[in-house]
Structure formats: C-alpha cells, structure tokens
C-alpha cells in the first residue's frame, strides 16, 4: 500500500508511521485522514508489528485541520463526520480512537506544534514523548466547535476535568512543560524519537501477545466496575496461557541472553 501524506515503514516489528506534508505543517487534509485510517487497518492485518511510533515530517507533528483544503470541500468535510450508526466511530473520530484499538503500543513523538486535530490524534497514543520546545492546544473552540474526534476519550483519563475544561473553553496554545505538569504529555525528552525507539526496544523483549492483552484489558477496563474488569483479566489470561508467546516468555526467563529464543508472530485472536 501506498501513501501520498503519510510515510510508513516497519523496521523490525517496528512501524514508523509520519504525516508527511512538512510544506503545509503537516495540516490534515481529507486526504491525509483517509490515509491515517487506512494505515491503521494495515498495521491491524500485520501480525508481526509489534509497535508504532507515530511522528510528523520536518520538525512539526501537525498543525491540524488543512483549513483552506477542508473548508473549500464541503462534500469531503461532511464525508469526515458522517456515520450510520451514532455510537459508532465516524472517520474524523477512528483517527484518534483507531490507535487505541490496535493490538499493538503506539508511541507519538511531538516536535514543534500538535494542535487541534493533530492533538486528538496523538491523544489516541499510548504514551507521548514531547520534545522541549513542542507545543500543544486543544483548539476546536477557536472556530467555533467543540472536540469531536474521540480525543476525550483519552483526555478524561489524563487529566482533572476542571484542568481539560480551562484548555477546552480557551483554546489556548501551551508549552511541552506544561502538558508535561498537566500529563499531557508522557514525558519532555531532549530527544523524543530516541526516547520512543529506546522503549519500542523495550517492548520487544516482552511477548506481543502480553502486550496486545495488557492494551486491549487497560483501555477496556480503566473505568470499568470491578466485576467486569475481574471477568476480563481472567478471560485474557486464559488466552495468554494458551498461546506460544506464554511458554517461549518462560523460557526466555531461564535462558541466557545469547539463548532466548524469538517470540512468534501475535496470535490471531488479538
């Protein structure tokens, strides 16, 4: 598959995914967003992805919305909104929610500016690595609407309500430090695409069926009742025991760093 915005490459189990129109700061346009989920679905298929990192091209992640492209299109800006079924997820809103729903970590590294409907992607991140002078707004409120893109869906696990609502109703733009403070950002690094490979690496030492459990559970179950997050823990680890990645995890523990053997591709179940 082919991308005329984003670039996409899989190093290892490692897919780099980058919005790739650094001349307009990597603003979204219909386009961009019909890539973003195509992509997505890609990496679901792949069984040997075991991690994303999500970036922008040329020193920004996004800008957000392409204004001029969106607004000059009113059929592809109602195609972005539009949905059969109201609960479900529309295009505008799978960009963000699409990342949690993979299988497999999602990292984002956030360089320059990540406003508006870059924000909500990122939101749909497991962890975000910030650089230094990166900047970030929550800015729907600026032309007149309200975030519409699943990013909430993240934002109220982040943050105290009264903190997402003054960044909400304001719109204002705020410094990497800052996000950091309100935990917006997982972190402030002095190099974030370093920082995010080093934990790719990480997770590649793990078994990817854990990995694809322990997302699947922790999305799932963050806010749900006991009783329901009890049942879920005891259906994946079932699942968990069931699979190779169990006993090659076992036997990686007993072996000598020369000897582990290689987990196998994630079971097809997740």
């Known amino acids: 598959m082919t991308f005329q915005y984003l670039t996409f490459r899989n190093e290892d189990g490692v897919a780099f995914v980058t919005l790739n129109r650094p001349d307009k700061i990597n603003a979204m346009n219909y386009e961009l967003f019909c890539e973003i989920d195509k992509v997505q679905k890609q990496i679901r298929k792949d069984r040997n992805i075991r991690v994303v990192i999500l970036n922008g091209a040329g020193g920004n992640f996004s ?3 392409d204004v001029r492209s969106m607004m000059g299109n009113s059929f592809n800006f109602a195609k972005i909104g539009m949905k059969l079924i109201p609960w479900g997820a529309n295009l505008a809103q799978r960009v963000c929610i699409g990342w949690q ?15 508006g409907a870059a924000m909500n992607v990122a939101l749909g991140a497991d962890m975000r690595y910030a650089s230094g002078d990166a900047k970030l707004g929550i800015m ?19 943050l105290p309500k009264d903190i997402a609502l003054e960044l909400i109703y304001t719109g204002d ?46 999305h799932k179950s963050w806010n749900a009742p006991t009783w329901l997050l ?3 823990e005891t259906i994946y680890q079932v699942a968990m025991i069931m699979s190779k990645n169990w006993r090659i995890a076992s036997l990686r523990n007993k072996a000598e760093a020369e000897k582990k ?6 079971q097809w179940w997740w």
Request: one cysteine or more; charged letters at 25%; a negative charge.
């Open 173 to 218: 733009e705020i410094s990497a430090t800052k996000a950091e403070e309100y935990n917006l950002v997982t972190r402030v690094c002095e190099n974030p695409m370093v920082e995010a490979e080093a934990m790719a690496k990480k997770i590649l030492n793990t078994s990817p069926d854990a990995s694809a459990a322990i997302k699947s559970s922790t």
């Open 230 to 232: 009890l049942t879920r």
């Open 101 to 115: 729903r993979l299988p497999v970590p999602v990292i984002a590294v956030i360089e320059g500016v990540c406003f």
């Open 140 to 158: 729907e409120v600026k032309w007149g609407m309200l975030p519409d893109m699943a990013g909430l869906d993240t934002l109220r696990g982040l």
């Open 261 to 266: 053997p290689p987990f196998v591709s994630r």
């Open 63 to 65: 800008s957000g919305i």
